[in-house]
């Protein structure tokens, strides 16, 4: 059997919850990232803003910092957003009905598309919503 290497866009509610030990899903990211040791996981500069802001607002600006810091350790793929991926982020905002909605969910559903990627690391449900995968540790 080969393990095949999964390719997955990174949501900021998952660098939270690898970041930040009081989060409610601390232990739930750092399996499925041990789970899953070669997975290339794919984020755009929407995410790395947001994560960092609001990494500042919950602890404090030297773990957002580190964050940042941390970024090319993390191996993380940082991918550009253009007038195509916006126009895309803008039509899966547009189908969604709750008030709820994030505009950077439907940037990354929008990345996902153009990347050919299915599988969201992430805890939010919007992802299966719109028919991607949420990353576990069985998957």
Do not use: W
């Not at 350790?73 to 969604?96: T, Y």
Request: charged residues 25%; proline residues 2%.
């Amino acid at each position: 059997m080969t393990n095949r290497i999964i390719q997955a866009i990174i949501d900021s509610d998952a660098i939270f919850a690898l970041t930040l030990t009081s989060d409610a899903n601390h232990h739930r990211a750092i399996r499925i990232k041990k789970d899953h040791p070669d997975c290339r996981y794919f984020l755009s500069h929407f995410v790395i803003g947001e994560a960092a802001t609001v990494l500042s607002r919950k602890m404090d600006k030297a773990t957002a910092d580190g964050f940042l810091q941390g970024l090319p350790e993390q191996r993380f793929h940082v991918v550009p957003v253009d007038k195509k991926v916006m126009a895309l982020a803008e039509m899966f905002f547009l189908r969604q009905i709750t008030k709820n909605t994030s505009f950077v969910d439907c940037v990354n559903m929008a990345t996902a598309k153009r990347l050919g990627i299915d599988t969201v690391f992430s805890f939010d449900r919007v992802y299966e919503r719109n028919g991607f995968t949420l990353l576990s540790a069985d998957s």
